[in-house]
């Protein structure tokens, strides 16, 4: 079965690159500036985080004395939860959002998770290559602990892909699943330490903090780039189970409901 869903997604490889591209040019044809749109508006919040809490509020790290501190703090954590949040909302409305093409053509239906996860990544790559330059403009550049970025990057992709196929199967079926997971991601933010620094918080938020799987992989890049340190490996080898965990649940649930996904649609 294996073996004929890889068979399937290389002879369509065509397809899904191509309906990348498609999402990618979509998003700023009609603009008048277009894809410069993707390098504006993050080197704009990026200059807002350092002008106006390095700057402005003066706002430091405890024991980083440096004076861009905190806006990498914060570019560390708010880069790579948008990358969350953005292939977890596409994964959530995937199959509803194409519903029309499900139904017209026949191609395999797990081409559709994989072109919004690239999207998305392709997104973050351009936005995450403009904050490693800012990073060297201020001579702050991390030095080869950047490359743990990659693993920690795997662990955040195969969980925010594994829940987004759970949640978005179950959102064909039950459309109450996309606004909860709205609300939920909310909260979800405010319980991962992006804005604020978890040392800060007393033991028992600490404690319920500590079973986020994203806390951990938020954590992993501030270590990275701001500490200068190793990820915690052991808290993002839990992760990592957890995470092989719901793409396996993921992968059963699709594979059942597969043909119901279609005429439920």
Not at 9 to 28: L, T
Not at 95 to 120: D, E, H, T
Not at 136 to 145: D, K, R, T, W, Y
Not at 207 to 221: C, E, F, G, K, L
């Amino acid at each position: 079965m294996i073996n004929g869903l890889l068979n399937g997604i290389i002879r369509y490889r065509g397809f899904i690159f191509g309906s990348v591209k498609r999402d990618f040019q979509s998003r700023y044809q009609n603009s008048f500036l277009g894809s410069a749109w993707l390098v504006l508006q993050p080197v704009a919040m990026i200059l807002v985080y350092t002008v106006i809490f390095s700057k402005v509020m003066g706002s430091r790290l405890a024991g980083m004395p440096g004076a861009f501190s905190y806006s990498i703090y914060l570019c560390s954590g708010v880069l790579t939860w948008g990358l969350f949040i953005e292939t977890l909302n596409g994964l959530v409305n995937v199959f509803i959002s194409n519903a029309n093409v499900l139904k017209k053509l026949n191609f395999p239906r797990i081409c559709l998770p994989i072109i919004v996860s690239l999207s998305s990544f392709v997104n973050f790559l351009i936005i995450f290559g403009l904050f490693l330059i800012f990073l060297i403009v201020i001579n702050n550049f991390p030095g080869l602990s950047v490359f743990y970025v990659i693993p920690v990057l795997i662990i955040q992709m195969l969980f925010t892909i594994g829940l987004g196929t759970i949640l978005g199967v179950m959102n064909v079926f039950v459309r109450d699943v996309g606004q909860f997971v709205g609300i939920v991601l909310q909260f979800w933010f405010w319980l991962t330490p992006i804005v604020y620094v978890s040392k800060i918080l007393p033991d028992s938020v600490k404690n319920i903090i500590s079973y986020n799987p994203m806390a951990v992989i938020i954590m992993s890049y501030q270590n990275i780039f701001i500490y200068k340190v190793d990820p915690d490996w052991r808290s993002l080898l839990l992760v990592l189970v957890l995470s092989l965990c719901l793409v396996a649940i993921g992968w059963r649930m699709f594979k059942k409901h597969s043909a119901d996904i279609v005429d439920e649609l």
